[in-house]
């Protein structure tokens, strides 16, 4: 009994000041394991290729192993050539060096994805409110979008060229219209689904229609609507990257492209990585946001993990 | 059945029968006949699914009678008031405000001032003892808190009537029991009336002035059974051993009734 005591309070004692000390060890702990095991899995991956190179299985020329195409980082970076020698007072010298190019083509492509997505967010949101707010404009608007959701978003890139012809418009313009008929969807469904007490609450307390949706509805849909958006993140970066190998200007789905036409597989396995790398940081990005803005969400909830 | 402003809910022959005119017309109540009397405490007893949550609604003006009719205080219920208060068995409250802007929810949509929805807040939240937790958020609080807060927020807003629909049914027995007291106490300073909803006959003896047992689905009144004990009520008292048994009495046949119409459905 004694012991037990003596025991427990040395152990909290040891546990206890180190904790306090560094205050963001904590955290840092917490994310080690999750960081190591990303690396391990990785690594695992890599050595498998790696491995499958080095018995002769994997034709280097297909299939380059990763020491290959990320070890020469210059040389991979000339692919990326974002010189704009077609405007005018842009002299032939004035290209940006590889290393720029590259992160010039990733901004590119991050730029896109992040406005089409913020436009789509924006206006689904919108049009998904004002859809049960008005039930005239729900009647009227509500069927065509149903109809237009399952298309596919690659049958609106010709559309996209008719109307905005080359630049980031009509790869914006192709995410916009990927995402939004199925996010006014979703928005729809996340109203229809709000707890009925909390609309009970809002109209025994006297709440108008606006004030019903301003302060209830809106608050209550928005942890369904950032999942949403964090899922429909991945199709919109494979529009973008559908959008730039059709050629709308420089960015990540170009340079597969050219990858392509010059079959130089160790490019497209390079900016594979690239891609999976921004991708995986901008998903990283939107969770922060996601725990600012509903800081009232439990974790594990609402979030996908 | 007289309905002067004396009385603060008075039900005439009142019937509700859900999605009525649909193949999937369902009768909840039927002729139902009940008098709340102003500043007076009464608890509706009866088997799951006979209609009591719905009796609730139908006062609350959130739904409408489909025969009969409800008046509050001589006028008769149309639509919700915030003098018509209903609190939830399951917390209602918004988890993305603060205990006090939860409070003054009702308030803040009016042209009440910061200033004045403060001290509405702790005003309020005294009341329920949690003037501490003004600033927490909802999913900070146990379950018996945030029940209280719903009750500051009803009483935020004033209430003649409180509609209270088994607003402890998911509390522990000693939380419960805590909660009976708190809530006798502020429903005496209030001069509020209550129509309060539970399944347990222990919790009718402990609250009401007068049990109102409905029958089982389509509910009506069955009986009402005074309750002339004072309190604090002692629950072990020869007396209140007494209604147990009787409500118990009344109760069980009606439980009875309804599973084996159930069983009859399935
Ligand atoms: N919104 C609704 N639409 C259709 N039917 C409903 C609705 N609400 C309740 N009912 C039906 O009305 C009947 C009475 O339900 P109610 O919720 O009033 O019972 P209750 O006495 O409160 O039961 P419990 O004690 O289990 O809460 C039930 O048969 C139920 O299925
Ligand atoms: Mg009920």
Redesign the interface.
């Given at each position: 009994m004694q012991q037990s005591a003596a025991e427990s309070g040395s152990v909290e004692s040891g546990a206890g000041v180190p904790v306090s000390r560094f205050p963001g060890s904590e955290r840092i702990k917490k994310l080690l394991p999750g960081i190591g095991w990303t690396f391990l899995s990785v690594g695992l991956f890599t050595l498998i290729w790696e491995f499958a190179w080095f018995m002769g299985w994997a034709d280097p020329k297909l299939l380059p192993p990763p020491h290959v195409f990320m070890g020469d980082l210059p040389s991979q970076a000339k692919n990326f050539n974002t010189a704009q020698r077609w405007q005018i007072g842009t002299g032939t010298s004035d290209a940006p060096s590889p290393g720029m190019a590259v992160l010039i083509t990733i901004f590119s492509s991050t730029y896109r994805v992040m406005l089409g997505l913020l436009c789509a967010a924006v206006v689904s949101i919108a049009t998904g409110i004002a859809i049960r707010y008005w039930s005239l404009f729900g009647k009227l608007t509500l069927p065509t979008i149903t109809l237009l959701a399952p298309v596919s978003p690659i049958a609106w890139l010709p559309v996209a060229i008719f109307l905005f012809g080359i630049g980031d418009a009509p790869a914006i313009f192709m995410v916009f219209i990927a995402l939004f008929f199925t996010m006014t969807l979703a928005t729809i469904t996340q109203i229809d689904s709000v707890?009925v007490?909390?609309l009970?609450?809002?109209?025994?307390?006297?709440?108008?229609k606006l004030?019903t949706y301003t302060?209830?509805v809106l608050?209550?849909i928005l942890p369904g609507l950032l999942v949403v958006l964090r899922l429909n993140l991945f199709g919109a970066w494979m529009v973008v990257l559908i959008a730039e190998a059709t050629g709308v200007g420089y960015g990540l789905g170009q340079v597969i492209m050219l990858a392509r036409n010059t079959f130089n597989p160790g490019l497209v396995f390079f900016t594979i990585v690239l891609i999976g790398i921004t991708g995986f940081l901008f998903d990283y990005a939107l969770r922060l946001l996601q725990s600012k803005i509903l800081y009232?969400?439990?974790k594990g909830q609402g979030s996908l993990g | 059945m007289n309905s002067t402003p004396d009385n603060a809910i008075v039900c005439k022959d009142v019937g509700k029968i859900w999605a009525q005119g649909t193949d999937r017309a369902h009768e909840a109540l039927v002729s139902l006949d009940l008098e709340v009397k102003a500043g007076e405490f009464v608890v509706l007893l009866g088997p799951s699914g006979c209609g009591k949550s719905t009796l609730l609604y139908l006062c609350a003006g959130l739904e409408s009678v489909t025969a009969g009719e409800i008046n509050a205080f001589g006028k008769p219920v149309r639509e919700p008031a915030p003098e018509r208060s209903l609190i939830f068995q399951e917390s209602s409250l918004f988890p993305w405000l603060t205990v006090s802007q939860n409070v003054t929810f009702g308030l803040s949509l009016g042209s009440a001032n910061a200033e004045e929805r403060r001290a509405v807040a702790e005003d309020v939240l005294s009341k329920v003892g949690l003037l501490a937790a003004m600033d927490k958020r909802p999913d900070e609080l146990s379950g018996g808190m945030r029940q209280r807060v719903a009750v500051a927020r009803a009483l935020a807003m004033k209430p003649k009537v409180l509609l209270m629909d088994e607003p402890f049914a998911a509390l522990d027995v000693q939380t419960r029991a805590k909660m009976q007291d708190f809530l006798l106490d502020v429903w005496r300073t209030s001069n509020a009336s209550v129509l309060f909803v539970t399944h347990h006959i222990d919790e009718a003896i402990a609250l009401a002035d007068r049990v109102v047992v409905f029958t089982s689905r389509p509910g009506t009144v069955k009986e009402i059974v005074p309750i002339d004990l004072p309190r604090p009520r002692d629950q072990f008292s020869t007396e209140a051993m007494q209604l147990r048994m009787q409500l118990t009495e009344l109760l069980s046949s009606e439980v009875e009734r309804a599973f084996a119409e159930q069983e009859a459905i399935l």
């Amino acid at each position: 009994m004694q012991q037990s005591a003596a025991e427990s309070g040395s152990v909290e004692s040891g546990a206890g000041v180190p904790v306090s000390r560094f205050p963001g060890s904590e955290r840092i702990k917490k994310l080690l394991p999750g960081i190591g095991w990303t690396f391990l899995s990785v690594g695992l991956f890599t050595l498998i290729w790696e491995f499958a190179w080095f018995m002769g299985w994997a034709d280097p020329k297909l299939l380059p192993p990763p020491h290959v195409f990320m070890g020469d980082l210059p040389s991979q970076a000339k692919n990326f050539n974002t010189a704009q020698r077609w405007q005018i007072g842009t002299g032939t010298s004035d290209a940006p060096s590889p290393g720029m190019a590259v992160l010039i083509t990733i901004f590119s492509s991050t730029y896109r994805v992040m406005l089409g997505l913020l436009c789509a967010a924006v206006v689904s949101i919108a049009t998904g409110i004002a859809i049960r707010y008005w039930s005239l404009f729900g009647k009227l608007t509500l069927p065509t979008i149903t109809l237009l959701a399952p298309v596919s978003p690659i049958a609106w890139l010709p559309v996209a060229i008719f109307l905005f012809g080359i630049g980031d418009a009509p790869a914006i313009f192709m995410v916009f219209i990927a995402l939004f008929f199925t996010m006014t969807l979703a928005t729809i469904t996340q109203i229809d689904s709000v707890n009925v007490n909390y609309l009970n609450v809002a109209r025994t307390m006297g709440a108008s229609k606006l004030q019903t949706y301003t302060r209830v509805v809106l608050p209550a849909i928005l942890p369904g609507l950032l999942v949403v958006l964090r899922l429909n993140l991945f199709g919109a970066w494979m529009v973008v990257l559908i959008a730039e190998a059709t050629g709308v200007g420089y960015g990540l789905g170009q340079v597969i492209m050219l990858a392509r036409n010059t079959f130089n597989p160790g490019l497209v396995f390079f900016t594979i990585v690239l891609i999976g790398i921004t991708g995986f940081l901008f998903d990283y990005a939107l969770r922060l946001l996601q725990s600012k803005i509903l800081y009232w969400v439990p974790k594990g909830q609402g979030s996908l993990g | 059945m007289n309905s002067t402003p004396d009385n603060a809910i008075v039900c005439k022959d009142v019937g509700k029968i859900w999605a009525q005119g649909t193949d999937r017309a369902h009768e909840a109540l039927v002729s139902l006949d009940l008098e709340v009397k102003a500043g007076e405490f009464v608890v509706l007893l009866g088997p799951s699914g006979c209609g009591k949550s719905t009796l609730l609604y139908l006062c609350a003006g959130l739904e409408s009678v489909t025969a009969g009719e409800i008046n509050a205080f001589g006028k008769p219920v149309r639509e919700p008031a915030p003098e018509r208060s209903l609190i939830f068995q399951e917390s209602s409250l918004f988890p993305w405000l603060t205990v006090s802007q939860n409070v003054t929810f009702g308030l803040s949509l009016g042209s009440a001032n910061a200033e004045e929805r403060r001290a509405v807040a702790e005003d309020v939240l005294s009341k329920v003892g949690l003037l501490a937790a003004m600033d927490k958020r909802p999913d900070e609080l146990s379950g018996g808190m945030r029940q209280r807060v719903a009750v500051a927020r009803a009483l935020a807003m004033k209430p003649k009537v409180l509609l209270m629909d088994e607003p402890f049914a998911a509390l522990d027995v000693q939380t419960r029991a805590k909660m009976q007291d708190f809530l006798l106490d502020v429903w005496r300073t209030s001069n509020a009336s209550v129509l309060f909803v539970t399944h347990h006959i222990d919790e009718a003896i402990a609250l009401a002035d007068r049990v109102v047992v409905f029958t089982s689905r389509p509910g009506t009144v069955k009986e009402i059974v005074p309750i002339d004990l004072p309190r604090p009520r002692d629950q072990f008292s020869t007396e209140a051993m007494q209604l147990r048994m009787q409500l118990t009495e009344l109760l069980s046949s009606e439980v009875e009734r309804a599973f084996a119409e159930q069983e009859a459905i399935l």
